[in-house]
């Protein structure tokens, strides 16, 4: 049985550092695992522009305890009004990693997004054309569609148009959460790739739902029924370069989960790395990890892979009840659970 795995330091390619005391808190979580990370950026205001991404950059970079190498990869907010010219600029200065498409309203901070898809296709035509990366929350907004329907609605209805009608734009399909995105990202060239979840591997609706409300298992979109949480399983573990690490870990206080109306997102920031290595384990794929976790993204992205390694070690790690985050309690994944690996060292 390995006991010890050591494996390129990985990449987060989707996670929510929000802002101010918050993202001081959260920051140094996925600096102590990770290299880089793919910053979502819907803030209030979202960052919508080349020079907003920049001071946010600068105020991670000073939220990087002292010692850590940690290189954050903003993203640009895309709007209905979204300017092509700043984005591309951004983008040529190193400043943008990627853009990201939100419907509107389709989750949190996502009220600016885009109203319809036709309205930014002038700046995906431009994405595609100067090979800035789309990363997408393929989720429909409309009332009459069930939630649980969403993501499956949102590649029938957006998606396939997207991908025929640019068919050079490389498009990241984010926290997929069904079966049908996995079998939509295999069916597309390699110019389409997804990022998966701890979460959407470990749980499934009945998480949230049975015996009790559950809400610090919920998360947009949804976690579905267990035959898509097992086709995820399938993806993460194939070894194709399609399927790779993004966290979507989304920091919400206590206080803003217990409620009547409690937001959407799960923090699992502080043990990601061992929650996502709890289902290679069990999917006996210890040695496809680092392909997940390491290469794909990267390579996906058209960035280097990492030289520095990490090690993980066979052993019980205790996941705290709660956290303390701005003088808050946090609630995180996996919370009061024992994991059987933790970071080495
Ligand atoms: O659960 C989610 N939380 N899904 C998202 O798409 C956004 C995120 C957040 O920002 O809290
Ligand atoms: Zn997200």
Redesign the pocket.
Known sequence: MTDRLTIRRPDDWHL?FRDDEVMRGVVPYTAWQFARAIV?P?LAPPVTHAAMAAQYRERILAAVPKGVRFTPLMTCYLTDDTDADDLARGAAEGIFTAAKLYPAN????SAHGVSDVARVYPVLERMEAEDIVLCV?GEVTEDEIDVFDREAAFIERHLRGIVRDFPRLRVVFE?ITTSDAVRFVRECGDGVAATITPQHLHINRNAMLVGGIRPHNY???VAKREEHRLALREAAVSGSPKFFLGT?S?P?LRSAKETACG????FNAPFALESYLAVFDEEKALDRFESFASIHGPAFYGLPVNEETITLERAALEVPGELTLAGESIVPFHAGETLGWRLAG
């Open positions: 929510h979502m819907n389709a989750t949190t901070n929350h926290h998360c947009l979109p979507d989304a919400h937001c959407a997102g799960i």
